[in-house]
């Protein structure tokens, strides 16, 4: 998948005006600070920060470190399923659907400077286990790196409260629980007091903008359907699963609404005055959903794992997954254009889901 995913041609327009070019400069950088970068990327430290201490052309830094996170993080992804208690066979094709996802897999594989964005991810991982595990000097090393990635790994600590109240530890652990964030708090306030960066101001405008995006069919689209495709209507035909999933974790229910709630609203707070919010097709605002990954596959792993399978199900749901991974601006093999991304994205939505739906009968 990585192979198929290709390579972004960072020296050609528009790509060489994204924010890539501000992580090019920072890694120039390393492993001094860049003070002449726009908020937020600015405090992205971490990935560009590392590949910039290697004596290597950038673009192959960047790739290198890209191709070995993301390797990483499949393997962690998979090993947090079979910790759930998920069967290898599910754990699996669970995986294999997350390697298909052409926006939260792919766009980061493609676009390879956008280290931070797989590197969050792996913390994401991280943080989860090591809640779930109690192991809390991990959690607080794991929130400083955190911290100094990407702002989302920050969504993770209310989460941690909310899972001790569930989990009704809060009494018990909050002192421990309190250590453990605060070192990442610290880092994450002091970077943003310290770094001289420039823009970003919080402007009304923009805000108004971004709010705006609840009001707009294309990016409600974007933010909760496109992104999860073509697997957006399983917890739908099994909707008693689903909502048995979130009961035994609201936490992960919690967490889901903060990462929408950041992506409608997070480019206001954080972005400078001229920024509008994206409106191509499978670019930011898919972009953005990203770290709901951790708790989407892991329901669908779940529902894999109630239902009776076989090689019949586990060849047909590979292949529409593989089929819905191709896209027309990135990949060794692009489609010819946009109308083809939503052709084969239906067509496997609908085989996928009559499977599932087929099975549940059958069940």
């Given amino acids: 998948m990585i192979m198929l995913y290709g390579q972004i041609d960072h020296t050609i327009k528009p790509y060489s005006m994204w924010d890539l070019s501000a992580y090019k400069n920072m890694a120039l950088s390393s492993p001094s600070i860049n003070i002449d970068i726009q908020k937020p990327q600015a405090y992205r430290i971490l990935g560009p920060f590392l590949i910039g201490l290697f004596p290597i052309p950038l673009h192959i830094g960047f790739y290198i470190f890209s191709v070995i996170f993301s390797i990483f993080l499949v393997i962690q992804f998979y090993c947090l399923l079979r910790y759930m208690g998920l069967s290898s066979d599910v754990s699996m094709i669970t995986v294999f659907l997350f390697m298909f996802n052409k926006y939260f897999f792919g ?38 790196l955190g911290a100094i990635t990407k702002e989302v790994s920050m969504l993770v ?119 509008k919010p994206s409106s191509l097709f499978g670019s930011n605002n898919v972009r953005l959903m990203a770290p709901v990954f951790i708790v989407f596959y892991m329901l669908i792993g779940i529902i894999f794992e109630s239902i009776n399978k076989g090689k019949a199900f586990y060849s047909l749901i590979f292949v529409f997954g593989l089929l819905s991974s191709f896209h027309h601006v990135y990949g060794i093999y692009p489609l010819p254009d946009r109308g083809w991304v939503y052709s084969l994205s239906l067509v496997s939505t609908i085989v996928i889901t009559g499977t599932m739906y087929i099975k549940k009968g059958a069940g």
């Fill in 107 to 144: 766009f980061t594989v493609w676009n390879y400077f956008q280290i931070n964005d797989i590197i969050s991810l792996n913390i994401i991982i991280v943080l989860f286990l090591s809640m779930w595990e109690g192991q809390w000097m991990v959690f607080g090393v794991a929130l400083v």
């Fill in 157 to 275: 600590v209310p989460i941690l409260f909310i899972y001790l109240i569930e989990t009704k530890c809060l009494t018990a652990k909050w002192r421990k629980a309190l250590a453990a964030i605060t070192p990442g708090i610290l880092v994450f306030i002091l970077i943003r007091i310290l770094i001289p960066a420039t823009g970003g101001e919080i402007s009304t405008s923009v805000f108004l903008d971004n709010f705006n995006k609840i009001y707009s069919p294309e990016s409600i689209f974007n933010l909760l359907i496109n992104p999860f495709i073509p697997l957006i209507l399983i917890p739908l035909v099994y909707f008693k699963s689903t909502v048995e999933f979130f009961k035994a974790r609201k936490y992960a229910l919690v967490f889901v609404c903060l990462v929408v709630f950041s992506a409608m609203l997070g480019p206001g707070l954080f972005s400078s005055s001229n920024v």
